[in-house]
T-cell receptor, first 113, second 111 residues
Framework: DTGVSQDPRHKITKRGQNVTFRCDPI?????LYWYRQTLGQGPEFLTYFQNEAQLEKSRLLSDRFSAERPKGSFSTLEIQRTEQGDSAMYLC???????????FGSGTRLTVV | TQLLEQSPQFLSIQEGENLTVYCNSS?????LQWYRQEPGEGPVLLVTVVTGGEVKKLKRLTFQFGDARKDSSLHITAAQPGDTGLYLC???????????FGPGTRLSVLP
């Protein structure tokens, strides 16, 4: 296991379309996080899973966003009816309970045109 | 809401110079982390500081956690072009199980 994998790396979509991103965490990590990062800013928390349970959701996560982590392994983040303001880098990270920090994936860069 | 501020926002220096970047908050953090992020990639964890006053060294990088655990600094000695990137500090959110990130310092080291 070489790290956190995210797919796709880049996605260009038209406004109003739905998109889905996938994250494969480090297999031993039971915690998985989604963050969003816009240009010139630090990552902003979106949601957190411990195993298959979604334990936290940010107010940034509007009704158009949904995340799942079936079976506590990979996770998906879906954005419905995309808007130009959704254009950002979507980062996935994983960690072990009690560990000091995150291991991030390379991110999915979403451009809504 | 816990906020982390970082300064300077941008820094451009010549290879071989020394520099210090700062991470500050009005809130107390149980620990702080520093990450480096290169364009088009995710952040990579550099260090975690836990004890007030703690100093950690990672080759040419020296990290310090303030005595009151509200601030931290990163000092780079003899900067190299490979040090170029966005330096982010982050701390655990007292109100959740996630980490709060600062906006970052974008460092450019020119050869």
């Amino acid at each position: 296991d070489t790290g956190v994998s995210q797919d796709p790396r880049h996605k260009i979509t038209k406004r109003g379309q739905n998109v889905t991103f996938r994250c494969d965490p480090i297999s031993e990590h039971n915690r998985l996080y989604w963050y969003r990062q816009t240009l010139g800013q630090g990552p902003e928390f979106l949601t957190y899973f411990q195993n298959e349970a979604q334990l936290e959701k940010s107010r940034l996560l509007s009704d158009r966003f949904s995340a799942e982590r079936p079976k506590g392994s990979f996770s998906t983040l879906e954005i419905q009816r995309t808007e130009q303001g959704d254009s950002a880098m979507y980062l996935c990270a994983s960690s072990s309970q009690g560990a000091g920090g995150y291991t991030f994936g390379s991110g999915t860069r979403l451009t809504v045109v | 809401t816990q906020l982390l501020e970082q300064s300077p926002q941008f820094l451009s220096i010549q290879e071989g110079e020394n520099l210090t970047v700062y991470c500050n908050s009005s809130s107390v953090f149980s620990s702080l982390q520093w990450y480096r992020q290169e364009p088009g990639e995710g952040p990579v964890l550099l260090v975690t500081v836990v004890t007030g006053g703690e100093v950690k060294k990672l080759k040419r990088l020296t990290f310090q956690f303030g005595d009151a655990r509200k601030d931290s600094s990163l000092h780079i000695t003899a900067a190299q072009p490979g040090d170029t990137g966005l330096y982010l500090c982050a701390g655990p959110n007292n109100y959740g199980q996630n980490f709060v990130f600062g906006p970052g310092t974008r460092l450019s080291v020119l050869p």
